[in-house]
């Protein structure tokens, strides 16, 4: 079965250290990787994607993720964490597109909370 | 969530009653998506559609109907068979060409059921 596993509920870190959010992924085919954040009550904004090419990918608000196909893994960093930065983050993954069938279908992770202190 | 509204932002339902979550976008994109959120679990996907009066089921969709008269629109309807609607609903647009990739949110609604 395709999935996406977060592995940690929620991350603490104390503000201005880098931070990571962890996120592994077992799909078919080349995947399309995700990064959305979700803060309390709102919909959840878009920060970056993987598709093809460099595997350090940069987005918003200073975050990057880095693809690493061996360990089907994509990490999200940020060198100085903001207390501004505490959100739900979510890892989303879209299997290598069934051309004739559903496109764009997206598996998300459950999400890991992350909470800077200051 | 600019250029995507939902509407309510909250809506309390009884029992038995069937309520209409409404989406509109005007990004002119073609594709349209239903998630519904728990705590704990993420989003699933409920319906789509790409293409307007078309649209498909997702992981979820007992309990939920959809329509898709206009680009701009796909409501979703929860029905009494929906056994624990209390959640909070997302609604998401992508574009089938250029940035096809990437789905965006609107706001959300959140349903509870007294």
């Known amino acids: 079965a395709q999935s996406v596993a977060q592995p940690e509920d929620q991350v603490n870190v104390a503000e201005g250290n880098p931070l990571t959010v962890k996120c592994t992924y077992s799909?078919?085919?080349?995947?399309?990787l995700f990064w959305y954040v979700q803060y309390p009550n709102r919909g959840l904004q878009f920060l970056l994607k993987?598709?093809?090419?460099?595997?350090l990918v940069k987005g918003s608000y200073g975050f990057e993720a880095e693809f690493n196909k061996s360990q089907t893994s994509f990490h999200l960093k940020k060198p100085s964490a903001l207390v501004s930065d505490s959100a739900l983050y979510f890892c989303?993954?879209?299997?290598?597109?069934?051309?004739?069938?559903?496109?764009?279908?997206?598996?998300f992770g459950t999400g890991t909370l992350l909470a800077v202190q200051p | 969530d600019g250029g995507i509204t939902q509407s309510p932002k909250y809506l309390f339902r009884k029992e038995g009653q069937n309520v209409t979550l409404s989406c509109e976008q005007n990004?002119?994109?073609?594709?349209m998506y239903w998630y519904r959120q728990d705590p704990g679990q993420g989003l699933r996907l409920i319906y789509y559609?790409?293409?307007?009066?078309?649209?498909q089921k997702g992981d979820i969709a007992e309990g939920y109907s959809v329509s898709r008269e206009k680009k701009e629109s796909f409501p979703l309807t929860v029905t009494s068979a929906q056994k624990n609607p209390t959640a909070f609903y997302l609604c998401?647009?992508?574009?089938?060409?250029?940035?096809?990739?990437?789905?965006?949110f609107g706001p959300g609604t959140r349903l509870t059921v007294l």
């Open positions: 989303a993954v879209r299997p290598y597109m069934n051309y004739g069938g559903a496109t764009n279908k997206l598996i």
């Open positions: 998401a647009t992508a574009p089938l060409a250029g940035d096809a990739d990437t789905q965006y």
């Open positions: 993987y598709i093809t090419g460099d595997n």
């Open positions: 990004l002119n994109h073609d594709a």
């Open positions: 799909v078919s085919g080349n995947p399309y």
């Open positions: 559609s790409q293409i307007v009066n078309d649209f």
